[in-house]
């Protein structure tokens, strides 16, 4: 669970063709071709005009107690303005329901329509004089309250869609590929099987594959979890969207596209963002019972009333039942619930493969996670400091982070974020050199500085104090990662660096 999730580009021909993949939200085909700036379009000019239709309306001005401004036409106002609301606003209802009923499903947006065009044509009845009562101001007001939750839900898929999105985006748009002694920038889609890349330090591995040539230190975490960097030489394997720090490498491409981990990832998503479940199939049934029960409801209404005589109120109040009956809420909440939950598990690292498991989640007394250490932050952090004898703790980590200011590194910008919450002076460092896989080393004030692991200790052969090697010793078996600090062939101390703890 502690694994974070990341769309894939998709197959070679096109590297966005793993965004096409992500139909979580199938169940909202109505809204096909629509955008989400268009709904808010819809919605900001439908209120602009539904704020005069109330405000000139009759019956508003009556329960109020005001007068409007009277002004040859006016009284067509509310009619004229209630028409534009009508067919800007609510054709697009009345194109859902259509396509509703040439699939034989009938729901929400064929009663939507049922209403909105039963108020119209009463409304537009009282205008020419056949009704003494008109509800221009009750349909303006539910189209564009109808609207908005259209715009808020696109709005909801969008960003659930965009967090996905964004993952996938933190893989490279291009890759330096190898040919001979020379190098081409090309698109990630155009890489093939056996192709040779180049990864440069801070940079992320364009495509799965196994190491040729350098050495690095690569973060994982978007894979595993795991903030600790793996180191990688010859033979090793990368990940597709990993992060090589520390070195620079040259990789065999063994899988592009589709093949990838994390376009097998995407897929999975995808699977999850298209899955239903048990409540969300009952939320539809409920939605299209509700629909014949509100149609048959609206016509004995407007039977009865109509019979005994009452023709005005008749229409009023069978369009009052198809109104109040509308599962709008019903029809959106839980698809919407669930959309949004997948997205955001995906977005904070878990992967939920199956909407049935994310309902049943719901009965969990006890979750256990299968990790061989502590569910950590992601982010390493400065938490042990060691200094030879007659050495001062803030020096060391100063010297230290004006060496790894340098470093791309994350232990590195660990002990840079603890120099500089302690507001120790800064130091400039220059010839700075990385040591991939071991460390790094520069000059400052004159002076040579290494820093890095145990590597380096036996390569400049230098000897870490018995009071030291106690406390390196305790930080390693406690799955801290210990940097040595050399200062012109001598030792000068030692920092360790863990990921913190997330829960205790």
């Known amino acids: 669970m502690d694994q974070m999730t990341h769309q894939a580009r998709g197959q070679a021909a096109d590297p966005h063709a793993g965004h096409k993949m992500s139909k979580g939200h199938e169940n909202h085909g109505r809204h096909a071709g629509h955008s989400v700036a268009m709904f808010r379009d819809k919605f900001w000019l439908s209120i602009a005009l539904t704020i005069p239709v109330v405000f000139w309306s009759m019956d508003v001005q009556h329960w109020l107690g005001y007068a409007a401004p009277s002004f040859p036409g006016s009284r067509f106002l509310p009619a004229i303005l209630g028409t534009v609301v009508f067919f800007y606003g609510g054709l697009v209802f009345i194109r859902g329901a259509w396509g509703e009923l040439a699939d034989r499903k009938p729901g929400m947006m064929t009663l939507i329509s049922l209403a909105i ?56 748009d291009t890759a330096e590929r190898v040919s001979g002694s020379e190098t081409q920038t090309v698109a990630v889609s155009e890489l093939k099987v056996n192709d040779v890349v180049l990864v440069r330090p801070g940079t992320r591995v364009p495509a799965d594959g196994a190491v040729v040539e350098g050495s690095a230190d690569v973060d994982e975490s978007m894979i595993t979890g795991e903030s600790r960097t793996v180191s990688k030489e010859p033979g090793g394997k990368v990940i597709a969207g990993t992060v090589a720090s520390g070195g620079s490498l040259r990789v065999r491409v063994a899988a592009v596209g589709e093949g990838t981990a994390l376009s097998g990832i995407m897929r999975l998503v995808a ?15 409920a939605a299209a019972i509700l629909f014949y029960v509100a149609v048959a409801s609206g016509a004995i209404t407007l ?27 019903l029809g959106l909440a839980i698809p919407l619930v669930i959309a949004l939950s997948t997205s955001i598990g995906a977005r904070n690292g878990l992967l939920v493969k199956d909407r049935l498991a994310l309902e ?37 980590l100063a010297l230290a982070a004006a060496v ?19 507001n120790l002076p ?79």
């Open 303 to 329: 039977a009865y009333w109509w019979l005994s005589g009452d023709k005005e109120h008749a229409l009023i109040r069978a369009a009052t039942v198809l109104i109040i009956a509308c599962p709008h809420a």
């Open 117 to 172: 065009i039963v108020a119209f044509g009463t409304s537009l009845a009282a205008t020419f004089g056949l009704f003494e009562i008109e509800v221009w101001w009750e349909l303006a007001s539910l189209i564009t309250i109808m609207v908005l939750g259209l715009w808020l839900e696109m709005r909801a898929i969008s960003q659930a869609r965009g967090a996905l999105d964004a993952l996938a985006a933190l893989l490279p």
């Open 426 to 504: 800064t130091q400039q460092a220059v010839d700075f050199e990385a040591l991939p896989g071991r460390g790094a080393q520069a000059r400052v004030d004159g002076k040579s500085v290494i820093l890095g692991g145990p590597r380096l200790l036996a390569e400049n052969k230098v000897t870490v104090p018995p009071e030291i090697k106690e406390s390196t010793t305790t930080w390693a078996s406690e799955g801290k990662t210990v940097l040595y600090v050399v200062v012109d062939g001598a030792f000068l101390g030692a920092f360790a660096v863990e990921d913190p703890a997330r829960v205790p």
């Open 360 to 396: 049943r989640a719901r009965n969990l007394d006890m979750v256990i996670f299968d990790k061989t250490g502590t569910l950590t932050r992601g982010s390493p952090a400065l938490s042990g400091v060691a200094t030879a004898p007659g050495g001062n703790e803030s020096d060391l």
């Open 404 to 422: 790894e200011a340098n470093s791309e590194h994350p232990l590195a910008k660990a002990i840079v974020a603890e120099a500089k919450r302690r």
């Open 271 to 285: 699977t999850a963002q298209a899955s239903g479940s048990r409540t969300q199939a009952l939320a539809d049934r």
